[in-house]
């Protein structure tokens, strides 16, 4: 069933033009064989109705009264789960790079959830646990995302629920095999993107 889920949501990303094969060059430098942007995919409401429903399937047993995402990423798909749920929605943001709740009352005691789109370090959803845990005295139930690619990485205690896991390899330019094979270089932002 996870399998499945996990090749349609591989699909959907080919066909929304978010996840691209060939040879890239990413914002740490390193070379891929593959690009994804979380924003393509999320441009179709489609998909994000989607992918919002199955994270509520899995997030349903925990019974969370919640949903908490960070500004920008996690604000689609963590309305979208929280509409499925039938819970709040609310959202936390950098103000001078501290991640904040800065829009709305803290949350006292209701349990939560933390939703992004692509966990890759798990930085954004363990800084808004943190600056959650500061103001109030729920519960943070798990931590959920669209895509995992954080090879187990991402230190999101007690767990991190997803629904697609890759771990694309990369490369430093000297070792990149796509060079070496002498495969042209594609600048992600200069694809014309059918829509
Ligand atoms: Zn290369």
Redesign the pocket.
């Known amino acids: 069933m996870k399998g499945t889920i996990a090749m349609e949501a591989k699909e959907r990303m080919l066909k929304s033009g978010a996840l691209l094969e060939g040879?890239f060059r990413l914002s740490s430098g390193m070379?891929s064989g593959f690009y994804l942007q979380c924003a393509l995919f999320l441009r179709y409401p489609e998909n994000a109705e989607w992918a919002g429903s199955l994270i509520a399937d899995m997030i349903a047993p925990f019974s969370p009264e919640l949903v908490i995402s960070p500004a920008l990423g996690g604000l689609i798909i963590g309305h979208e789960v929280a509409r499925h749920l039938k819970i709040p929605f609310i959202f936390c943001e950098r103000e001078n790079g501290i991640m904040k709740l800065r829009r709305f009352p803290a949350p006292g005691r209701l349990s939560y959830v933390i939703v992004e789109d692509v966990v890759t370090t798990g930085r954004s959803t363990l800084e808004v646990a943190d600056a959650i845990g500061a103001v109030s005295g729920g519960e943070f139930l798990a931590g959920a995302c669209i895509l995992d690619r954080s090879s187990g990485m991402h230190g999101i205690r007690p767990e991190l629920l997803s629904l697609m896991k890759t771990d694309f390899p990369v490369?430093p330019?000297a070792d990149?095999p796509?060079?070496q094979k002498g495969i042209p270089?594609i600048e992600p932002g200069s694809r014309r993107l059918s829509v």
């Open positions: 040879h070379h490369y330019e990149c796509l060079c270089m």
